[in-house]
T-cell receptor
Framework: NAGVTQTPKFRILKIGQSMTLQCTQD?????MYWYRQDPGMGLKLIYY???????DKGEVPNGYNVSRSTTEDFPLRLELAAPSQTSVYFC?????????????FGPGTRLTVT | AQSVAQPEDQVNVAEGNPLTVKCTYS??????LFWYVQYPNRGLQFLLK??????LVKGSYGFEAEFNKSQTSFHLKKPSALVSDSALYFC???????????FGKGNQVVVIP
Protein backbone atom coordinates (compact mmCIF):
# COMPACT_ATOMS: atom_id res chain seq x y z
CA ASN A 1 0.00 0.00 0.00
CA ALA A 2 1.19 3.51 -0.81
CA GLY A 3 -0.81 4.90 2.12
CA VAL A 4 -1.63 8.60 1.76
CA THR A 5 -0.09 10.38 -1.20
CA GLN A 6 -0.08 14.12 -1.89
CA THR A 7 0.84 16.16 -4.94
CA PRO A 8 2.57 18.47 -5.56
CA LYS A 9 5.37 18.44 -2.97
CA PHE A 10 6.16 22.12 -3.46
CA ARG A 11 4.38 25.02 -5.13
CA ILE A 12 4.84 28.77 -5.42
CA LEU A 13 1.73 30.79 -6.19
CA LYS A 14 1.21 34.44 -6.92
CA ILE A 15 -1.43 36.33 -4.97
CA GLY A 16 -4.85 35.74 -6.49
CA GLN A 17 -3.96 32.52 -8.30
CA SER A 18 -5.83 29.29 -7.72
CA MET A 19 -4.67 25.72 -7.29
CA THR A 20 -5.77 22.29 -6.16
CA LEU A 21 -3.81 20.15 -3.74
CA GLN A 22 -4.35 16.48 -4.46
CA CYS A 23 -4.71 13.75 -1.83
CA THR A 24 -5.28 10.04 -2.38
CA GLN A 25 -5.41 7.12 0.06
CA ASP A 26 -5.48 3.44 -0.79
CA UNK A 27 -6.44 2.06 2.63
CA UNK A 28 -10.22 2.24 2.11
CA UNK A 29 -10.48 4.71 4.98
CA UNK A 30 -13.79 6.44 5.54
CA UNK A 31 -12.45 9.63 7.10
CA MET A 32 -10.12 12.11 5.44
CA TYR A 33 -8.71 15.39 6.74
CA TRP A 34 -6.83 18.45 5.59
CA TYR A 35 -4.53 20.27 8.01
CA ARG A 36 -2.19 23.19 7.73
CA GLN A 37 0.98 23.42 9.78
CA ASP A 38 2.51 26.76 10.66
CA PRO A 39 5.73 27.04 12.72
CA GLY A 40 5.09 26.84 16.45
CA MET A 41 1.34 26.51 15.92
CA GLY A 42 0.81 22.78 15.63
CA LEU A 43 -1.74 21.50 13.14
CA LYS A 44 -5.01 23.25 12.38
CA LEU A 45 -7.89 21.37 10.78
CA ILE A 46 -9.15 22.99 7.56
CA TYR A 47 -11.81 20.55 6.35
CA TYR A 48 -12.67 16.92 6.86
CA UNK A 49 -14.86 14.26 5.31
CA UNK A 50 -16.62 11.29 6.91
CA UNK A 51 -17.26 9.56 3.60
CA UNK A 52 -17.80 10.11 -0.10
CA UNK A 53 -20.12 13.06 -0.71
CA UNK A 54 -19.90 14.38 2.88
CA UNK A 55 -17.60 17.18 3.97
CA ASP A 56 -17.51 19.59 6.90
CA LYS A 57 -15.56 22.62 8.04
CA GLY A 58 -12.74 22.47 10.54
CA GLU A 59 -11.14 25.28 12.54
CA VAL A 60 -9.74 27.35 9.64
CA PRO A 61 -11.86 26.79 6.49
CA ASN A 62 -11.87 30.33 5.08
CA GLY A 63 -10.24 30.57 1.66
CA TYR A 64 -10.46 26.84 0.98
CA ASN A 65 -12.90 24.38 -0.56
CA VAL A 66 -13.03 20.59 -0.72
CA SER A 67 -14.94 17.83 -2.42
CA ARG A 68 -15.10 14.07 -1.86
CA SER A 69 -16.51 12.28 -4.87
CA THR A 70 -14.76 8.97 -4.15
CA THR A 71 -13.52 7.17 -1.05
CA GLU A 72 -9.92 7.50 -2.23
CA ASP A 73 -9.63 11.17 -3.20
CA PHE A 74 -10.00 14.36 -1.18
CA PRO A 75 -8.68 17.42 -3.09
CA LEU A 76 -8.26 20.82 -1.44
CA ARG A 77 -8.92 23.91 -3.55
CA LEU A 78 -7.47 27.37 -2.96
CA GLU A 79 -9.46 29.87 -5.01
CA LEU A 80 -7.73 33.24 -4.49
CA ALA A 81 -4.35 32.64 -2.94
CA ALA A 82 -3.23 35.03 -0.21
CA PRO A 83 0.12 35.32 1.63
CA SER A 84 -1.63 34.08 4.80
CA GLN A 85 -2.07 30.73 3.07
CA THR A 86 1.68 30.17 2.94
CA SER A 87 2.02 26.98 4.94
CA VAL A 88 2.65 23.25 4.83
CA TYR A 89 -0.50 21.28 4.07
CA PHE A 90 -1.05 17.73 5.24
CA CYS A 91 -3.73 15.29 4.22
CA UNK A 92 -4.61 12.44 6.58
CA UNK A 93 -7.03 9.54 6.74
CA UNK A 94 -8.47 7.11 9.27
CA UNK A 95 -10.93 4.25 9.13
CA UNK A 96 -13.28 5.75 11.68
CA UNK A 97 -13.21 9.25 13.16
CA UNK A 98 -14.94 8.82 16.50
CA UNK A 99 -13.09 5.72 17.68
CA UNK A 100 -9.52 5.26 18.78
CA UNK A 101 -8.28 4.86 15.22
CA UNK A 102 -5.10 6.76 14.53
CA UNK A 103 -4.75 9.02 11.52
CA UNK A 104 -2.28 8.31 8.72
CA PHE A 105 -0.57 11.33 7.19
CA GLY A 106 0.72 12.13 3.75
CA PRO A 107 4.16 13.67 3.17
CA GLY A 108 2.81 17.21 2.84
CA THR A 109 2.70 20.04 0.30
CA ARG A 110 4.80 23.14 0.98
CA LEU A 111 2.98 26.17 -0.46
CA THR A 112 4.38 29.67 -0.75
CA VAL A 113 2.18 32.58 -1.84
CA THR A 114 4.01 35.73 -2.93
CA ALA B 1 -13.91 22.01 23.61
CA GLN B 2 -10.80 19.87 23.55
CA SER B 3 -7.21 21.05 23.72
CA VAL B 4 -3.65 19.95 24.34
CA ALA B 5 -0.80 21.78 26.04
CA GLN B 6 2.83 20.95 25.39
CA PRO B 7 4.55 23.39 27.73
CA GLU B 8 8.11 23.16 26.47
CA ASP B 9 9.19 24.41 23.06
CA GLN B 10 12.38 22.35 22.99
CA VAL B 11 13.71 19.44 24.99
CA ASN B 12 17.46 18.84 25.00
CA VAL B 13 18.79 15.53 26.23
CA ALA B 14 22.13 13.74 26.07
CA GLU B 15 22.28 10.51 24.12
CA GLY B 16 21.67 7.56 26.42
CA ASN B 17 19.75 9.61 28.98
CA PRO B 18 16.02 9.25 29.62
CA LEU B 19 13.76 11.37 27.44
CA THR B 20 10.44 12.85 28.59
CA VAL B 21 8.10 15.01 26.53
CA LYS B 22 5.21 16.48 28.49
CA CYS B 23 1.57 16.71 27.46
CA THR B 24 -1.57 17.75 29.33
CA TYR B 25 -5.03 17.72 27.85
CA SER B 26 -8.53 19.06 28.33
CA UNK B 27 -11.56 17.17 27.02
CA UNK B 28 -15.13 16.34 27.97
CA UNK B 29 -15.55 12.74 28.95
CA UNK B 30 -13.08 9.98 28.31
CA UNK B 31 -10.12 10.84 26.08
CA UNK B 32 -8.41 9.11 23.22
CA LEU B 33 -4.76 10.24 23.34
CA PHE B 34 -2.10 10.02 20.66
CA TRP B 35 1.57 10.78 20.11
CA TYR B 36 2.99 11.48 16.67
CA VAL B 37 6.55 12.18 15.52
CA GLN B 38 7.61 14.35 12.60
CA TYR B 39 11.05 14.15 11.05
CA PRO B 40 12.29 17.08 8.90
CA ASN B 41 10.34 17.55 5.68
CA ARG B 42 8.14 14.54 6.39
CA GLY B 43 4.55 13.91 7.41
CA LEU B 44 3.51 12.90 10.91
CA GLN B 45 4.06 9.28 11.93
CA PHE B 46 1.95 7.58 14.57
CA LEU B 47 3.88 6.46 17.68
CA LEU B 48 1.32 5.23 20.19
CA LYS B 49 -2.15 5.78 21.60
CA UNK B 50 -4.22 5.36 24.73
CA UNK B 51 -7.83 4.27 24.34
CA UNK B 52 -8.63 2.37 27.50
CA UNK B 53 -7.10 -0.16 29.88
CA UNK B 54 -3.52 -0.15 31.13
CA UNK B 55 -2.29 3.36 31.86
CA LEU B 56 1.18 2.57 30.50
CA VAL B 57 1.14 2.32 26.73
CA LYS B 58 4.06 1.02 24.68
CA GLY B 59 4.65 2.12 21.11
CA SER B 60 7.10 2.23 18.24
CA TYR B 61 10.89 2.75 18.51
CA GLY B 62 11.00 2.04 22.26
CA PHE B 63 8.68 4.87 23.24
CA GLU B 64 6.03 4.60 25.93
CA ALA B 65 3.54 6.98 27.50
CA GLU B 66 1.68 7.05 30.79
CA PHE B 67 -1.93 8.14 31.03
CA ASN B 68 -2.72 9.93 34.30
CA LYS B 69 -6.39 10.77 34.57
CA SER B 70 -6.15 12.81 37.78
CA GLN B 71 -3.43 15.03 36.33
CA THR B 72 -4.92 14.95 32.79
CA SER B 73 -1.50 14.13 31.45
CA PHE B 74 -0.05 11.80 28.84
CA HIS B 75 3.72 12.22 28.96
CA LEU B 76 5.89 10.49 26.37
CA LYS B 77 8.99 8.68 27.60
CA LYS B 78 11.97 6.75 26.34
CA PRO B 79 14.47 5.16 28.75
CA SER B 80 17.55 5.81 26.62
CA ALA B 81 17.49 8.48 23.90
CA LEU B 82 19.19 8.09 20.54
CA VAL B 83 20.46 10.84 18.26
CA SER B 84 17.98 9.55 15.68
CA ASP B 85 15.13 10.45 18.07
CA SER B 86 15.76 14.13 17.31
CA ALA B 87 12.47 15.28 15.79
CA LEU B 88 9.25 17.21 16.43
CA TYR B 89 6.76 15.43 18.70
CA PHE B 90 3.04 16.13 18.77
CA CYS B 91 0.50 15.13 21.38
CA UNK B 92 -3.15 14.94 20.29
CA UNK B 93 -6.50 14.28 21.97
CA UNK B 94 -9.97 13.35 20.83
CA UNK B 95 -12.95 13.26 23.16
CA UNK B 96 -15.27 10.28 23.03
CA UNK B 97 -17.84 10.80 20.26
CA UNK B 98 -15.84 13.64 18.70
CA UNK B 99 -14.51 13.06 15.19
CA UNK B 100 -11.85 15.78 15.31
CA UNK B 101 -8.35 15.54 16.71
CA UNK B 102 -6.86 18.48 18.65
CA PHE B 103 -3.08 18.78 18.37
CA GLY B 104 -0.59 20.45 20.64
CA LYS B 105 1.91 22.90 19.18
CA GLY B 106 4.67 20.31 19.19
CA ASN B 107 7.95 19.86 21.03
CA GLN B 108 11.30 19.86 19.31
CA VAL B 109 13.51 17.15 20.79
CA VAL B 110 17.25 17.49 20.35
CA VAL B 111 19.40 14.53 21.37
CA ILE B 112 23.00 15.58 21.88
CA PRO B 113 25.69 13.01 21.00
Amino acid sequence: NAGVTQTPKFRILKIGQSMTLQCTQDMNHNYMYWYRQDPGMGLKLIYYSVGAGITDKGEVPNGYNVSRSTTEDFPLRLELAAPSQTSVYFCASSYYGESGDEQYFGPGTRLTVT
Amino acid sequence: AQSVAQPEDQVNVAEGNPLTVKCTYSVSGNPYLFWYVQYPNRGLQFLLKYITGDNLVKGSYGFEAEFNKSQTSFHLKKPSALVSDSALYFCAVRGYGNNRLAFGKGNQVVVIP
